[in-house]
């Protein structure tokens, strides 16, 4: 790998892993769709992003839940570097969710992983102008 080159690691600092940290998201009452995705945001602070994920039963089987869970983490595992932050409010933590569709491959996924945090993203930043 060339010197400097952006690693494309999912490590534990690239998840919400807490109850806290997911309601702490739902809390920021931002969200977008994208396709069957459903992205919530907030701000985090932190130089990196981090991904969370809840996808219910209602979604469907263990296996399908799994596969839609695998293809959402290699998505962002390689846009991670891609996803806006600023070095006063840092990157964003994003909680997705989704509706029950049928499974669309990694490039789909990433197209609107991608999508809605753009638009998160414009969203974000209109609310920051708004208020100072």
């Not at 994208?34 to 945001?41: I, K, N, Q, W, Y």
């Not at 969370?52 to 293809?71: H, Q, W, Y």
């Not at 846009?79 to 409010?89: I, L």
């Not at 029950?100 to 930043?125: F, M, N, P, Q, V």
Request: glycine share 8%; charged share 30%.
């Amino acid at each position: 790998m060339a010197a400097g080159a952006a690693k494309l690691l999912f490590r534990p600092k690239h998840r919400l892993t807490h109850r806290r940290q997911f309601e702490a998201v739902h809390a920021a009452r931002m969200k977008t769709p994208s396709g069957p995705l459903v992205v919530h945001s907030r701000r985090n602070g932190l130089p990196h992003p981090r991904l969370g994920m809840s996808i219910g039963r209602a979604f469907g089987g263990a296996v399908e839940r799994n596969r839609l869970k695998r293809c959402l983490r290699e998505a962002f595992r390689l846009m991670q570097h891609d996803v806006p932050s600023s070095e006063e409010f840092g990157s964003y933590d994003l909680l997705v969710t989704a509706r029950r569709h049928e499974d669309s491959g990694l490039a789909k996924y990433s197209t609107w992983l991608s999508d809605a945090i753009s638009r998160l993203d414009r969203e974000w930043r209109k609310r920051e102008a708004r208020s100072g």
